[in-house]
Structure formats: C-alpha cells, structure tokens
Nanobody
C-alpha cells in the first residue's frame, strides 16, 4: 500500500511560479513511476508530467518548457515546479503513483492551483 500527500497549491497571478510536492509513504519500493495529473472543472483529468524510477521524464505539450518534474529522497518525493503560469493551468493537481504490481496505482487527495489576476 502507498499513501500520497500533495502540498503547495495556492493562488498565483498569471506569469507567476508555484512548486508542488508529493510525499509518498508505505510500500514505496513498488513504485515504478510518479505522475502529476490535473483536472479543471468540467474537464477530463489530464496527465501533466511523468517521472519513472529510471529518471525518464515526459510532459504534456501544454506545459512543456514551463513545468519541471523531479524526484528526490530515494523516490519518496516528487515535485512539480511550475513557471510562467497561465489561467488555463487552474485545476486541482493530483499526485499519482504507478506500482510494479500489475493493476495497482495510487492517488493523492489533490491540491488546488488557481491562476488569476
């Protein structure tokens, strides 16, 4: 079992920056990748960024060049540095962990990010 807790969500003006963190606990050795998703009201949840246990990173086109995902503390923590924020980035951001055990994944509770002047 893995538990994920996000933090860092806030209200920020367009063009500003924000750093989200996700702390993982439990059977963290089973985690093969950690992701950030986001969901805006009335929209589908979308994948924002991924980092694998091997350090491979991928980003949605909409955030490429603006967001950076990173892992540290022996894979216990994943961060999302968000720069040049736009109103379209407003959403609840969720941390997600994929397990080496087939068919198992885990979600955090979400943290609200609001970009508004």
């Amino acid at each position: 079992q893995v538990q994920l807790v996000e933090s860092g969500g806030d209200l920020v003006q367009p063009g500003g920056s924000l750093r989200l963190s996700c702390a993982a606990s439990g059977s963290i050795v089973s985690i093969i990748a950690m992701d950030w998703y986001r969901q805006a009201p009335g929209k589908q949840r979308e994948l924002v960024a991924v980092v694998t246990s091997g350090g491979i990173k991928n980003y949605a086109d909409s955030v490429k060049g603006r967001f950076t995902i990173s892992r540290d503390n022996g894979k216990n923590t994943v961060n999302l540095q968000m720069n040049s924020l736009k109103p379209e980035d407003t959403a609840v951001y969720y941390c997600h962990a994929r397990s080496a055990i087939a068919g198992r994944d885990y979600w955090g509770q979400g943290t609200q990010v609001t970009i508004s002047s």
